[in-house]
């Protein structure tokens, strides 16, 4: 299997940590752009 490397699809930067699941268990992301206007999750 081959993963793909997650970006932010608000600031496409590639510095995203993993900020648990919703409740259909599909990951949830919290960007880590430190220049981002915020820290948007998705």
Known sequence: M????????HCG?????????DRNGKQRFL?????SDSRKMY
């Not at 930067?13 to 699941?21: L, P």
């Not at 960007?31 to 220049?35: I, P, S």
């Open 2 to 9: 081959v993963l793909a490397p997650v970006k932010c699809p």
């Open 13 to 21: 930067s590639d510095k995203v940590k993993k900020n648990g699941t």
């Open 31 to 35: 960007c880590g752009n430190e220049k």
